[in-house]
């Protein structure tokens, strides 16, 4: 069995993935820090070479990563603080986010499938502006300073024939947003990353990524502007996690001196094509991480 | 008071206004026809010259309106036999639509308000092949001729800070169609057109029509490729309502003898500004008009 | 024209329409106060007499009102501040709210109707505490007193076949709650009090009131124990708005001399019945309110 | 490990791992069909006696399940020829179903969770009847005989503080159906099963059931009337589908000579509780099921 087949949209299991097997990597650097007050663990993997990204099956870029147990229980309001650490994190991708600046967001998913529902959730919750400062100016917010935010939902391609590179390709073409922020429910290779893990990335959206399978890149090459990519882990792919459960026999099979270990048969796990893991909350919990992220966003745009 | 500013988005109410007050106007030619079967009565409007545009404000053009009244009542489906008739009436207005051909359906208006849900929830129930046919050819549907359809729900402008029009028009660029069809819910004069009234047209849609008064068009100039409309009246502006009662009681003054009748003073409807009459049932209404539409288009494309 | 027939949920307003034409009414009591920091004036209705019942069309009781122009704005929240007054008139009216306590909260109206979704929408939002504290024990919550919670959106007859009133009475007898809030969508008589205007009474929910007309009381009498009703006008009958309109012509013509005013004929507004007209943003406003509501609820309750 | 631990709500399955562990079970009959016409394999699992009921862990009654592996892919329509069968069933477990007789649809299951939204899916689309019959008699409908259909979604725990099993009771006294037809989502063991199962049966709702593991029962001992449960299975448990994968190594190992094979340690699976699979596609899947069913429920009611 192959680690690296397993799938995971987050660049820091991928990186456990490589040191398990690998040992440390040239080309990728980690830093990691952890906030008191939030509670938030905050790690920082940039893949800086091509090698690095290949090892890492991912693109070049920067990946921060936060990890907040808390994040996936109630609390009374929608978790602030943690909000507050994303947006500091975005303020510092997104130059100059304090100017006034065209932003456009993208909520991809299916709204119609709970745990693939949190880009659109989020930008229901966003607070849209373009309309309002293009037609009054920004006097309309009693603002010195007011970004311009649009906000789309493209839906996926069984609902509208088109993948949704397609659409947000139009549309940026069409409104000239200077950035791109995209929000998407990602796979994670552990159940234990679900809907506790932020991760924020400079590289966009790669092809076969998010619980869709986006077929499409989403990336400063296809859009011409930069496009940063905010995703929470919601599901874990079937196949993998039974590929785990079995490696941790196998492992144990080896501890215990048993030579022997019989695979399953090639395609024995082909019936979990296709399908996912995800919690029986998930609702309450894609319903307050997208309110959470919203509050981030409007904080990075300095709207609220 | 001046009938032309009663706002309607009918071409039909339009004409009716006329008549009563200009007579017959050159320029605009009509043509009735009744089913017997479906019970439709089918109007053709066309404005052929600038000047009945002018009298008609609206554009040169063929406005066919099929009028059921049955159509606001639950059947024990979805009225199949009025979805025939307009299936009817698009294919003779989408040239050679039975050829394949990529045909791009909008689902314009406010999905969260009931009475401008209709385009989205005709998208909701289309029969969506663009993505098979261009991934396993028309063999996927064991057919020898198959439309490629897609669709989007392109929002209001509240939602997404951006006029509908350039969401389409980015789309439209993107995805190349060779046709548009455009479904939206309209506003009537009278409320007893509400809800069983179809018109369909080859010109647009118009700057201020729908709902939600689209403020930019959706034309074969806007966008480069013919665009057919098809609108179903939802709603009533509220101060037409309360105008059309008043210039009733207005002419029984005048019938009888009464010679000084006091207008509102000027201004006096303004709190009616930017609200509608609908029904209570509009609900059970929307959704039951939603599936006869995408079912019309469904035969229309040939696909169901 | 009696002006009594005309419809308003609002005591507030019938009150208006009484003293019009009737002056000061025995056995009711008004007293009024203007918040200043919250900018929210409160109106106090006492219907202290059977008489008083009589010409006010609504039974005996406390009606306390909130206007507040500035509710139907966006804010930056949901205005807290008004959701505080609400949330110290509610402790008012529920005796010892501060205790442990059964309460059942109902959002009546329909889902699919956006004018009509208040109810359901705030207990979408509301904090249910009821089965875990009945698990766990207020102990879960780290509080010394915790009232148990619970909520219900029993839909519309014709949607379930039932009227509210028997799900709410076959689930208070099962459920036992020892209070029954219940939170409704209203009908103004006027354009000018949407939106920004909430009703709280003691009397519980009238035959004939709603934006859904509901048939069957919800009051003490019902179900055996208190029921506040909660409610906020977000439509106007569409027959009462042309009503008013003609009213104000007929004055004006009878200031201006005019003898004889043609009348509508008998059933002139036939067409209007089960019409209702509202604002082209109510999906926003329902959206906040509801929430605004929630809040106000959490706090009354003091779970949040 | 013990097969019987393995959770699944279809008697199908649970008669399946008897017989792989202890061969035939007396007090359980099981007769098969298959049905040409409709490429459908109806087997019926009676289970006669209290041994059969401990060794099925299911209660004594019918179980009838639907097999039709086309049920899961789309087709023109909703399946029809699979809702004959359904219809044809119910009405020999609803006695005299054609005589006017009320009967209470309840949608189990949580409308916010994709896989769980089935049974709200199936109450939106029924005929419902009660309601109308009650106040205009069966000539509204212009037939002889007419049944009084009632349809309730009462939600879930977490989102009304009840158990369903609550608010079902107390709508039950306060509205006298003569039977309960219950449609809720279920958990089987295999992925093969999912959304081409319907299983039909005449014991009611067990506690522990169904996807979001109802902890009330609803039967005809505590509601006092005949309960059938129409179920889909459209999850597998997380926990079950690695158990499942680890049993099949263990077979090849113990084929393969080898002795010693360590078991996972205990509570390693513990992360995956509160967890379940389910398929990519699952929102259309379960629109199509809720539409067959409610089409399946019309027939078998007489009133389509």
Redesign the interface.
């Given at each position: 069995m192959n680690c690296f087949n397993v799938r995971t949209d987050l660049a820091l299991e991928a990186r456990e993935s490589i040191e398990e097997t690998a040992g440390e990597v040239r080309g990728i650097t980690v830093e990691e820090d952890y906030r008191e007050k939030s509670e938030v663990r905050i790690t920082k993997v940039v893949i800086e070479t091509k090698n690095g990204a290949k090892a890492m099956q991912k693109p070049m870029g920067t990946y921060i990563t936060l990890e907040a147990p808390g994040m996936q229980e109630p609390d009374?309001g929608y978790h602030r603080e943690i909000a507050e650490e994303i947006a500091h994190i975005l303020k510092q991708l997104i130059p100059e986010a304090e100017k006034e600046k065209p932003i456009l967001v993208v909520g991809l998913g299916?709204r119609?499938?709970?745990?693939d529902a949190l880009g659109p959730g989020v930008?229901?919750n966003l607070f849209?502006?373009?309309?309002?400062v293009r037609e009054y100016g920004k006097a309309a917010y009693s603002r010195e300073q007011m970004n311009?935010?649009?906000?789309?939902?493209p839906?996926v391609?069984?609902?509208?024939?088109?993948?949704a590179a397609?659409?947000i390709?139009?549309?940026?073409?069409?409104?000239n947003p200077e950035v791109v922020v995209v929000i998407d429910a990602l796979a994670a290779r552990s159940?234990?990353r679900l809907n506790r893990t932020v991760q924020i990335t400079n590289t966009g959206i790669q092809p076969g990524s998010g619980?869709?399978?986006h077929r499409n890149a989403l990336t400063k090459e296809s859009l011409g502007v930069p496009v940063i990519a905010i995703g929470v882990p919601t599901v874990v792919d079937?196949a993998t996690?039974?590929n785990d459960?079995?490696e941790?026999?196998r492992r144990?099979?080896a501890?215990?001196?048993?030579e022997?270990?019989?695979?399953?048969p090639g395609g024995?796990?082909n019936?979990?094509n296709?399908?996912?893991?995800?919690?029986?909350?998930?609702?309450?919990t894609v319903?307050r991480l997208s309110f959470m992220l919203s509050e981030a966003l409007n904080m990075a745009f300095e709207i609220?």
């Open positions: 009374e299916n119609e499938v709970t745990a930008v229901d849209i502006t373009r309309h309002v311009l935010i649009s906000g789309i939902v839906g391609m069984a609902q509208t024939g088109m993948e397609e659409i390709k139009g549309v940026v073409e069409e409104t159940t234990r619980v869709g399978n079937a996690i039974v459960a079995l941790k026999v144990e099979n501890d215990a001196g048993v022997k270990f019989p695979s399953l024995a796990l019936e979990l296709n399908m996912y893991v995800t919690c029986k909350d998930i609702d309450e319903k609220a």
